[in-house]
């Protein structure tokens, strides 16, 4: 039997034991209040290590089983442990989140290696897992403040498709990175609050549902945006499974995205791809976490 330890740290964290690849037990989250999500970027860097290390510790100090590895996944560009960029919790920037993290752990007895994911890529990892699909392409867009993409198997690269670029109109720059035509500048949470100053985003999509024909020409252009997008890494990586999931998901149409997905990938090797809305929850990419902790045991 393998062991791992799971943690996704978004706008909260939340950490759960897994068992060949099952979570069992109950999950830990911090802050417990569920209503508490503007907590994690005010908290420095060495102490949400801590938090980490607690959460992991306690999990750890369950069963008697040792622990043969541990997942973190966080929002961001992560690569070789290394959280290169992560525009939602600033104070990670630069940190070599894995070495660090064992070093905390390594204090408190724990020796089990850790691996740093994105948390996109982490819930491919979790539905490939769960779906039994782990020798298969997967790919998940998080539909959130931000817009992340996450695919299995993991290869080496930056992988930002929320910055794909998805209009060449020179006005569109609300994404939060400063780029134009960007997808999350159309999609994003935050980038719709500042493109429509005077609604919420909840708004614009009512509104569109009840015939404003600017909150309609708005939410075409979103749905048009996410497929242009898609289309994108069909055309570069195949066609094959896409998962939606996110806060935001909701706001999604699937049928509508198909719509347009058809008026843009006409190849016909390429139309076999398949299109779901997962249920929400942590539970995909805490799988994730730590499946993909256990696969790079083995590499
Ligand atoms: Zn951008």
Not at 2 to 22: C, F, K, N, P, Y
Not at 82 to 89: A, G, K, R, T, Y
Not at 219 to 246: C, D, K
Request: overall charge negative; hydrophobic content about 45%.
């Amino acid at each position: 039997m393998t062991t791992a330890i799971g943690v996704v740290m978004t706008d909260h964290i939340v950490a759960g034991r897994l068992h060949d690849q099952r979570l069992t037990g109950e999950l830990l989250r911090y802050p417990a209040d569920r209503d508490a999500l503007d907590e994690l970027p005010s908290i420095p860097g060495g102490d949400l290590l801590e938090l980490l290390a607690t959460q992991i510790s306690t999990l750890a100090a369950r069963e008697s089983a040792p622990v043969n590895a541990i997942g973190v996944a966080v929002p961001g560009i992560i690569r070789h442990g290394i959280v290169e960029d992560s525009p939602n919790l600033q104070q990670i920037k630069g940190m070599h989140l894995a070495t660090e993290l064992a070093r905390v752990l390594a204090e408190r007895g724990i020796n089990a290696p850790v691996h740093a994911a994105n948390d996109a890529d982490a819930i491919a990892a979790g539905v490939a897992a769960t779906r039994g699909q782990l020798d298969r392409l997967t790919r998940v867009w998080t539909i959130g403040n931000g817009i992340g993409y996450g695919r299995w198997p993991y290869v080496e690269g930056v992988w930002e498709g929320g910055h794909i670029t998805v209009t060449l109109d020179p006005k569109e720059r609300f994404c939060g990175c400063g780029g134009v035509g960007h997808l999350e500048g159309i999609m994003g949470y935050r980038a719709m609050r500042m493109r429509f100053l005077d609604l919420e985003p909840e708004e614009v999509f009512a509104n569109a549902r009840a015939g404003d024909s600017r909150c309609r020409e708005f939410v075409n252009l979103w749905h048009r945006a996410l497929a242009a997008a898609t289309a994108s890494f069909i055309h570069l990586a195949g066609p094959g499974r896409f998962y939606f999931t996110g806060h935001n998901v909701g706001f999604l149409e699937l049928d509508r995205l198909r719509t347009h997905l058809e008026e843009m990938v006409k190849m016909s090797p390429l139309i076999s791809y398949s299109l779901e809305i997962l249920p929400p929850g942590d539970e995909n990419a805490l799988l994730g976490a730590g499946v993909a902790a256990l696969g790079a045991l083995s590499f």
